[in-house]
């Protein structure tokens, strides 16, 4: 019943609900926490009252124990990411899914448990069971649809696991206003159990990916099967399979890790395409602060209801931009899309420090001047910068580095967004919104100058082509770096892109 063979609308409809499932958890946990906040405040304190302490949490006690709570998901979810790889090739990555999924409905059903025993420490450690079944997830996601579905409608499927994650931000802003679950902070978590469950359900059916089974499996009957069930009969799958099990022979004479990473740090247009993808994906961080704390920081200017109400029109319409750039994604040159977005962004949040600012001097008005800021941030994250920054790595390396510099950029990424997003909450507790500056708009100024100077275009251009700019612009290259390693590597660039037509 599930099997698409080869129905575009099928697959479609398949994997976007396969995403939207699978990445409840991670969505969904990190956006109730947005509005719900004073539910989630008066828990903690409830709790350390009870427990015998008369006065509860001091406000800096409880900054420092939410800003863990909340970034505590960053540290579970690598480890997630970690484990995955030994998941997915030992187990298949179907179980690496169900087990995601068992995990993921473990870490929701401690959490309740947690809130009715009142119990924050038992909460966290909840939550980062939690939080690592979702960096198992969505790493085995993106293989899966890579592996899995037909290289026509691949786009629109790793398009849906971004917009998929927007999507379910809306409901669990939705869900933590204090007119649904806000206050009801056991429901609230509780109501993950049933995208948990359903998640199961629509896993169980589905078929391992016909390159585990045809590589890690050595089982090219089941794996014809599963290449017929995800993309039918006239995907010529015969053919397809032979050249997997070319493509995997390629990749075992492939260089060692610690091998790649140092070739990429000395090579300079390997480097150059290392440092952009993490400049660039840099510029997005503040999306976490938005995404953690806006309702928190409307406070300090609107009643609790209308900060709520607030930041729930800015995910929506950080959504519908997410909607709307996709689809125009393609109409524009990359950098300047980038470049665009990443100077109206950082603009936003010049202006939310202005008018928060004005509005605690002056008052009056300027206040709506910081709802106005949010929503302009929401927008050119939503339509370009968010999704480009994600994706714009991939698209200026060689086939060959292009999964170890992606890989780093993430490593850097998630390291940075920890630092960064954690210091938040006690930086503006001790400076007010002025932490902004050191914390964002300093960092942004920098990516977007070293961005400006050193990307290439991208958009309508072979990777060899981009690459090859990387390389000419690189003033470190000099006649002896022309001499045969560069020109072999030339040659395997091209291969690469031989490799990627077939
Ligand atoms: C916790 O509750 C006490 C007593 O109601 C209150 O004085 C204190 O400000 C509260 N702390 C926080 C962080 O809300």
């Known amino acids: 019943m599930l099997a698409p063979q080869g129905n575009p609308k099928c697959l479609v409809a398949l994997f976007g609900l396969l995403a939207i499932l699978t990445n409840f958890q991670d969505s969904y946990s990190n956006s109730y926490a947005n509005t719900a906040y004073n539910g989630f405040r008066n828990f903690f304190n409830d709790s350390y009252i009870e ?81 690592s079944s979702s960096g198992v997830s969505f790493n085995t996601l993106v293989v899966f649809i890579q592996e899995a579905v037909p290289t026509n409608v691949r786009g629109t499927c790793s398009f849906l696991i971004e917009t998929s994650f927007l999507f379910i931000n809306v409901f669990g802003f939705a869900f933590g206003l204090d007119v649904i679950l806000g206050h009801y902070i056991d429901l609230l978590i509780g ?140 109409n524009f040159g990359r950098k300047r899309m ?15 420090i202005a008018f928060d600012r004005l509005a605690f001097y002056y008052g009056g008005w300027f206040k709506y001047g910081c709802i106005g800021s949010l929503f302009s941030y929401g927008i050119t994250y939503g339509a370009a910068l968010g999704p480009i920054s994600v994706f714009i790595s991939t698209e200026l390396t060689p086939q060959k580095y292009r999964s170890i510099i992606q890989s780093t950029v993430l490593a850097v990424n998630t390291i940075m967004q920890f630092i960064i997003t954690f210091s938040v909450l006690p930086l503006y507790n001790l400076l007010d919104i002025w932490a902004f500056i050191p914390l964002f708009v300093i960092p942004a100024i920098f990516c977007i100058s070293y961005i400006a ?31 045969s390693e560069a020109i072999s590597e030339q040659e395997e660039d091209k291969k690469d892109i031989a490799d990627l037509k077939l």
Request: proline share 4%; hydrophobic share 50%.
């Open 338 to 352: 980038l470049l665009t977005s990443a100077v109206v962004n950082t603009l936003a949040i010049v202006a939310y």
């Open 51 to 131: 427990r015998g302490s008369p006065h509860g949490l001091s406000k800096w006690s409880f900054t420092f124990l939410w800003s863990f709570f909340l970034n505590i998901w960053t540290f579970g979810f690598l480890a997630g990411t970690f484990i995955t790889p030994y998941l997915t090739d030992n187990y298949g990555r179907k179980m690496a899914l169900i087990l995601s999924a068992m995990v993921s409905l473990l870490g929701t059903s401690l959490s309740v448990i947690a809130v009715l025993v009142k119990s924050p420490e038992f909460l966290l450690v909840a939550r980062t069971i939690a939080s």
């Open 191 to 330: 109501v993950g159990l049933i995208p948990g469950i359903l998640a199961l359900l629509i896993m169980f059916p589905l078929k391992e990916t016909p390159k585990f089974l045809l590589i890690h499996k050595n089982d090219n009957k089941a794996a014809l099967e599963a290449l017929i069930f995800y993309q039918g009969e006239r995907s010529n799958p015969k053919k397809q399979l032979e050249t997997m099990l070319l493509e995997a022979k390629e990749d075992k004479i492939d260089i060692p890790l610690k091998k790649a990473l140092i070739k990429v740090i000395k090579v300079g247009h390997l480097r150059k395409a290392l440092l952009l993808g993490i400049l660039s994906i840099q510029l997005i961080i503040p999306v976490w602060t938005m995404l953690y704390l806006s309702s928190l920081l409307l406070e300090a200017h609107f009643s609790a209801k209308v900060s709520q109400y607030t930041s729930f029109a800015y995910i929506v319409l950080e959504c519908s931009a997410g909607i709307v750039g996709a689809s125009i994604v393609e």
């Open 453 to 483: 100077h050193a990307m290439p275009e991208t958009k309508g251009r072979e990777i060899y082509e981009i690459v090859a700019e990387l390389r000419g612009n690189d003033s470190s290259t000099t006649l002896s770096t022309l001499s």
